[in-house]
């Protein structure tokens, strides 16, 4: 049995990650700005703060809600050349053509050691915006994924001017549990330059985080209704029991079926309807969760208590398909998925005449890769699990479970790092009492 390598056929190469971002080229600098014109048209208002005298090089950070984002990026940033840090299978079969547009290929939730070199170079010898998205991912619930104090200390590093774009309505408009399904939504997006040279030298990291918290910081559903935004159209809670898979009635996971406007459990039978105003309200008149971030949040507190409890655990076959590169994703056929505080992510299944086995650590692992509705492959739901060379998609087939698994990741590594802190503070207090 191999670790973390798959006995793929011979001759297949992986994607270098190592390699030197290209500087982005001219006519796709251009071609972006028109295309996100055409696109996104005036459907969102553009402000800019504290943005007098900026030009690049600098550091751009985004939050994340939908494809659109990309969009609007092109219209805050033109007519500056762009180097967008970018997930693999938004090369897929196009790696090229994303090389030529700048973009940073990086498998998600793992340590590069190339990544730090490759923003160097956008920024000191292109002279370009250097674009991150730090949540790595579509945000689920409308809300601010954790961002890890990493981030502070890679701008800390890099020693640019740092520029945050905070979008409003991008979530609201294409949630991720539904995106094929747009809503009208206004959007709105800033962009303001939160820290300068000066600060990113001065300021501690911890320091630096608060401000990019601060400035990352949103909630979907209360700018609805500080707004008074009506989403009037029918399907409106189509598949929002994706994310929100545990009845708060009954405490019942993965009993959660949605159709139109409304969110049923089908163990207890209750009823919710989500209202024009993105309000939660339980048709018996009890409603436990109007704000639904809170229902997201109860769910996360959740896992948190199976974590410290030591009773969180997920086994499940899964259906696995692999991209070593970016030409295509390989079917491995079926496989079996498996979470655990002690040895966290493996994936264990057969492929070529050979057993594998992937083995991602709690310790190495701040959040994971989920998908509701995954366009590359099938659209379902699914997970991904990254090495330094390879990324792993899993298809579980239990119902509902990746949002249980992102929670699950998630604080499973705060479990960790905290008792890991805990050791190094002991440690420290006996060599002191030495």
Known sequence: MQLNKVNYKKGLKHYNTAKKPKKQFWLFKWLMYIVSKILVGKQCKIEKINMEGVKAPYFLICNHMSFIDFEINSLCTYPARVNNITTLESYYRRGFLMELNGCIGKRKFTTDPHLVKACETVLNEYKSVLCMYPEARFSPIGTLAIIP???ARLVKRLGHDVVVLNHHGNYLRAPFWNWRKKRKVPMHTTMTKVLDKKDVEEKSVGEIHKILVDALDYDEYKYQKDNNIKIT????????NKVLYQCPNCKTEYEMTSSGATLKCNHCGKEWTLLENGEMSANDGNTEFPHIPDWFEWERANVRKEAEDGTYYFE????????????HFIPLGEATLKHSYKDGFTIEGHYNGEDYKISRPVI??????????YCYIRPDQCIQISTTDDTFICYPHKKDVVTKLSFATEELYRLKMLEKEQRQNKTRENREEK
Do not use: C, F, Q
């Open 316 to 327: 499940d076959t899964v259906d696995v398909y692999s991209m070593p590169n970016t030409n």
């Open 149 to 151: 104090d990493t981030l």
């Open 233 to 240: 159209e029918p399907y409106r809670a189509e598949g929002i």
């Open 364 to 373: 190495g692992m701040n959040g994971v890769h989920i998908e509701y509705d």
